[in-house]
């Protein structure tokens, strides 16, 4: 297998993690709402509806895929994207919320 093949493949098998991570609806809430803006693990369980153990669940499995990145700063964990392909994943997805209908 050349190098390049060895390089596709690893950008494929990156890809495919990704895509598999993006496929729950919590985490894609979470993401949208981290889309642009470094949040709280508070503001997060606002804007989502969703109990605090299950946003830190979320955001613990995309942290372990290198998807987002936290920092702590006093009590609060500030989670962030650094996948630079999720923003442009997101545009692609056509994401309604209640507010929204």
Known sequence: MSDQNATSRATLERAAAVIKCLGHPLRLLLLQALNGAERTVSELQDLSGAKQASVSRQLAIMRGKDIVNCRREGLH???????????????CIDIHTDSED
């Open 77 to 91: 964990v500030y989670y962030w994207i650094v996948e630079p392909r999720v923003s442009s994943i997101l545009d």
